[in-house]
């Protein structure tokens, strides 16, 4: 729920905004002892059932200090609990709860007519999972993963063209790993991770129908800042995200042509190349590096009239082949 107020505090125009939001959701998670020869049948050798809950409350006001200017700040407050029950075992259960201040602060300016200067920093978070943070029906006593967010950009555009460059840096502490000095408990709040980058979008309007866009993430700087990996890049973290389009509109009709890059990028910690799992990893854990890759999607959207609207996709027109991933084998 969201509520909106103008109002003429220090003889200017505001926007003041308060809202609040609840969110509850439960997982039942099971795992069965299945066989290759029965693979969707077996033992239930395990079942958990995961909750969390979220209430949290934002404000924040929009000072118009003149026809150019404006500066937002604001606050959310989240309180988030977390529960694991085992059901095979009920005498088995545990319960964490976090509850974060966070604010912010971001502004506009009007530098020229297809020119609007921003930006903003601000305070994130997020709880860690239930399996880390009630690892073996305790509580972890962990803190949540915190971020301080920056950044700066300008935008514009007209009835043809528009455009957005904006740089940002994303300052993580708190990173849960494994281990901990006390006995009883196997977590514990380590490293911290850095997160600089620029991202670029335009589009224009080319005319007879036909439209272009693309936009693209370009992050130099990700990588962990302590510990055994310190200056090593993160996991599944690419240098370079890419999307091209061209589109064609014509009454109803819409189709666009699409094609989207993913940077090469590793896939363990410790940056190595070669691609190994199972005996032939480290710790018996898949790794190496992935090689960047580009697919290319056809989508066609036609509106019949009000009530009714078709459309269809072929993803990865070109059967491009690629490893997405190594967290469990290729």
Request: aromatic letters at 10%.
């Amino acid at each position: 729920s969201r509520l909106s107020i103008n109002h003429g505090l220090f003889g200017i125009n505001n926007e003041a905004e308060i809202g609040v939001r609840y969110m509850t959701e439960e997982m039942d998670n099971k795992t069965i002892g299945a066989t290759r020869a029965n693979p969707r049948s077996g033992t239930v050798n395990a079942q958990t059932t995961e909750k969390a809950t979220s209430l949290a409350f934002y404000g924040q006001n929009r000072f118009e200090i003149n026809d150019k200017l404006a500066i937002t700040p604001g606050i959310r407050v989240e309180q988030y609990d977390q529960e694991r029950l085992n059901e095979r075992n009920r005498s088995e259960q545990a319960k964490t709860s976090n509850t974060e201040f966070m604010p912010g602060v971001g502004a506009t300016y009007q530098l020229a007519a297809m020119a609007q200067i921003y930006g903003g920093v601000y305070k994130a978070f997020s709880p860690a999972q239930s399996g880390d943070a009630l690892n073996g029906y305790k509580d972890q006593r962990l803190e949540a993963e915190r971020s301080v967010n920056m950044e700066i950009g300008v935008r514009g555009g007209n009835q043809r063209f528009n455009y957005e460059v904006t740089a940002f840096q994303m300052d993580f502490d708190n990173q849960i790993v494994s281990g901990n000095s006390d006995p009883n408990l196997s977590k514990q709040n380590a490293g911290k991770t850095l997160h600089q980058g620029v991202e670029l979008s335009a589009g224009y309007k080319l005319g007879g129908g036909f439209d272009i866009s693309g936009n693209m993430t370009y992050i130099p700087t990700s990588e962990y800042r302590s510990g055994a990996d310190k200056g090593k890049r993160i996991v599944y973290s690419p240098e370079m995200l890419a999307n091209l389009a061209l589109g064609y509109s014509q009454g109803g009709l819409r189709t666009q042509l699409s094609a989207h890059y993913n940077g090469s990028q590793y896939a363990s910690s410790d940056n190595r190349k070669a691609i190994s799992g199972n005996n032939g990893g480290v710790g018996g854990i898949w790794g190496g590096k992935l090689d960047a890759y580009t697919t290319v999607d056809f989508d066609v959207y036609y509106k019949l009239n009000k009530q009714l609207s078709v459309f269809g996709a072929v993803k990865n027109l070109t059967d491009e082949r690629y490893i997405a991933g190594l967290r469990q084998g290729i």
